[in-house]
């Protein structure tokens, strides 16, 4: 059946994702599933105060313990701090310069925030490690907790914008505060490293084995090529695991220390005091329009709270660079801060900055339509950047190279049946219910790190092996990319097999983030396949005796052209083909969502009964991939505005470091989501591709609380801040009446 199948095209064809038959059957390997001879065990002293000084450390004789370890002993090894890499500073991005202090591994005098590493005690078993890190007596010296900028830009043009406020029919201002999540990987971080014979080997939750490499070679002092890290199956991500954490290193060097191989498992608890955070985004925004509705002017002022150490400023400048959307604004200003404060550093998280500010210029958006009597579908066609505009160059420089939003925001529209909405409404309010409806544009800056190789080698036996850089942390990449190579070699997907997640074998490489890992990936899958069939098009002349030239590669065969005389792509031998491009060109992937809700006003408690999302990435590999990625991003959206929050009181104590208090969105909190996909190729990538993993988180916010505000519209709501809980609802309703 294969064998008949081999001229079909794979691009396109939504194919089942063929890992899920091994994970799904148990037969995944995480790196918490690993044991070796001679392991032991390190678990991680944390501190419990936001921000103090270490007077001393004292730990007192314990059963199975063969090393206490603090960042004294860390400094007198020469252990450094953690380097601070944005991700590859891009030319199509708003720049950030700053002042950032070091991430120590492990800190040696001060904390700052609640869960910072003070020590790591290694032992024969985990439960000796912990109960024997229990007994550690850390004394402190409290101190208060403080916040201070680190960065501070202003772009646009401050005149224009002022000059078109003045002269507006209409100003519409917002002030909000994005609430801090956590990506909550289902895989808790876990560590094994191994040194042996002046080299350390580093198995972890990594979704970047190549960065992590170059990491611990600087953190440990070592050269890139004493450090192989491997990451098997990865449980999760959404951006968490993408930097590099203590804990990493703190293994390697604990192995080295005692001489043997090193396991650091952290519990939920500690995941969440030490797992990068994201979001928690204060923006105050306003919007100048004119008498019909047209947008004249934008400004903002961003402030990002990047925790304690700089982990990224990704968020920020990507979040400002597109705070404008998909509407064409003449004249713009923005203002972007980042503060370092005692709590856990922040970072990107899926769709890094972009749900935040697709989320502001939405609600501005509703916001405007309400106050000043505009539809609330009108006046965004109106200002739309129509298709005839592109390529679109954006009033903070980007250049949004091709797409059609009104189409796509008239399918979501359609999709969601906005016509038919008030019967729906009306039949909700005989029950007691208040429904609404909203809607949110949404535009993608996906860039990431400009690097990506790919490897191919064609074996005799029948099988393709691909050797990449990206890493899946649950996309389908066994699959997709196995669609993609072989419809370069007019073969199965079933006889690709995808190399990825260790630095040995996969040298060069960018992870997996801002929706790159196809976008990256099917290019230099290209190049190489390319070049692999340039070495058969040689070997399979030399065999047929013709010149090279004469020869073709045409549904898996090298044929004499004109001739019968051929020979399969697997009778040539085994070739090779070794593809590796650098880029910074962005991709602008765009959509549009469309949410409804019912709202109980005895409880507050807000469902969420319809969610529709129409994403365009350019072109679908694996359509039913990239619905399901869609699914996760819109369940990660909602859960965002409704339930999600990282809670911090005013001592820098974590209010909400178990699940019993950070709530998740579960599958009776959503509804039977509906996704469409528009495929307009993009014009900046040889394959017409954008990214396609993001769209169903961007402009979830924006739809959840314009539809919460339309539903409470008729009792005089006019917003609820995110995440809006039954509590803040209820609030907002007794304060109406």
Known sequence: MKTA??????????????????????KGSF??????????????????????????????????????????????????????????????????????PPFPVLTADTVRFVGEAVAVVVAETRGQARDAAERVEVDYEPLDTVSETCVDIEVGDAAAVAAAFAGAAHVVRFETQLNRVTGMPMEPRATLAAYEQGRYTVQTTSAWVQRHRADLAVVLGVPEDA????????????????????????????AKRVGRPVKCLLDRHECFLSDDHSRDLAVQAELALDRDGRFLAF??????????????????????????????????????????????????????????????????????ARRHGFDRLQIRRRNLVPSSAMP?????????????????????????????????????????????????????????????????????EGRIDLVLGTLSSGQGHETAFAQFLADCFSVDPWQVRLLAGDSDVAKLGGGTHSGRSMRMGAAVMRGAADRAIEAGRTVAAERLEAAAADIEFVA??????????????F???VLTGVYDESTSLPSFAYGCAVCEVEVDPETGVVQVVAHTNVDDCGRAINPLILHGQAHGGMAAGIGQALLELCAYDDSGQLQSATLMDYAL???????????????????THPLGLRGGGEGGTTPALGAVANAIADALAPLGVEHVELPATPERVWRALSRAR
């Open 5 to 26: 199948q081999r001229q079909k095209k794979w691009i396109g064809q939504a194919l089942a994702r063929k890992e899920d038959d091994r994970l799904l059957s148990g």
């Open 31 to 100: 790196t918490d599933d690993l044991s070796v001879p001679g392991m032991v065990h390190a678990c991680i002293v944390r501190s419990p105060h936001a921000h103090a000084r270490i007077r001393g450390i004292h730990a007192a004789a314990a059963p199975g313990v063969l090393a206490v370890l603090t960042g004294k002993d860390a400094l007198a090894d020469g252990l450094k701090p953690i380097p601070f890499r944005p991700i590859s500073p891009n030319p199509h991005e708003v720049p950030l310069k700053g002042a950032f």
């Open 227 to 254: 450090i192989r890290v491997v990451t098997r199956d990865l449980g999760g991500s959404y951006g968490t695991r993408n930097n590099f954490y203590p804990e990493y290193a703190l293994a390697a060097w604990a």
């Open 299 to 368: 400004r903002t002022d961003n402030t990002s709270n990047l925790g304690a150490y700089a982990i990224s400023t990704v968020p920020l400048s990507k979040g400002i660079g597109v705070s404008t959307s998909v509407y064409h604004l003449p004249a713009v200003a923005a203002r972007g801060r980042a503060v370092l404060s005692n709590t856990t550093p922040t970072s990107s998280y899926r769709a890094a900055g972009r749900p935040e500010v697709m989320y502001v210029i939405e609600r501005l958006i509703d916001l405007a």
């Open 392 to 460: 679109y160059r954006n009033p903070f420089g980007l250049v949004y190279d091709s797409g059609d939003y009104v189409a796509v925001q008239e399918r979501a529209a359609r999709a969601a049946d906005w016509a038919g909405f008030e019967k729906r409404r009306a039949a909700a309010s005989t029950r007691g219910r208040y429904r609404g409806i909203g809607i949110a544009n949404y535009i993608e800056l996906n860039t990431g790190a400009p690097r990506e190789e790919a490897r191919v080698t064609v074996h005799p």
């Open 556 to 569: 898996g065969r090298f044929t004499v052209k004109g001739t019968d005389r051929s020979l399969g792509l």
């Open 571 to 573: 009778e040539v031998g």
């Open 665 to 683: 969105p579960r599958a009776a909190d959503l509804p039977m989501f509906a996704t469409e996909i528009s495929e307009i190729p993009s014009t």
